[in-house]
C-alpha cells in the first residue's frame, strides 16, 4: 500500500519519473529526476536522512534500456512507515526537483 501511494506521489511531481512496470508492482519503487545527477542527487537525499539507493544501467541493460534511464533511485517504503513519513519524502524530492545539479 505504502508502495503504490509513494509512487502515485512521485508521478505528481514535475520532471521525476516512476519506473515501475506491470499490473501489481512490488513495494520498491524506482524513480529519476530530470536534470539530476545519480551522485548529486543520493547526496541531497542521504542528507535529509532518507535511506535510499541507486541503480545504473550497467545493472538493467535491458530494463533501462527500454526505459531510456541511465540510472534511478530506489525507495522501499515497510511496514512500519507511515503516510506522514512517505509525504516527507514525496516534500523533499519536490523541493529538490526543480534545481537540478548535475555530478
Not at 508502495?3 to 514535475?14: E, M, N, T
Not at 535511506?51 to 545504473?56: I, M, P, R
Not at 534500456?65 to 512517505?86: A, F
Request: charge should be negative.
Amino acid at each position: 500500500m505504502l508502495g503504490a501511494y509513494l509512487r502515485d506521489q512521485l508521478a505528481s511531481i514535475p520532471g521525476v519519473r516512476t519506473l515501475d512496470r506491470g499490473p501489481t508492482p512490488a513495494a520498491l519503487v524506482t524513480f529519476d529526476v530530470a536534470g539530476w545527477g545519480p551522485q548529486s542527487f543520493k547526496r541531497a537525499m542521504d542528507e535529509r536522512k532518507v535511506n535510499s539507493a541507486l541503480s545504473f544501467r550497467g545493472l538493467a541493460q535491458y530494463d533501462f534500456g527500454d526505459k531510456n534511464v541511465d540510472w534511478c533511485l530506489r525507495l522501499s517504503p515497510h511496514y512500519y512507515n507511515t503516510e506522514e513519513e512517505v509525504d516527507m519524502v514525496v516534500g523533499f524530492v519536490e523541493d529538490l526537483a526543480p534545481s537540478p545539479v548535475s555530478d
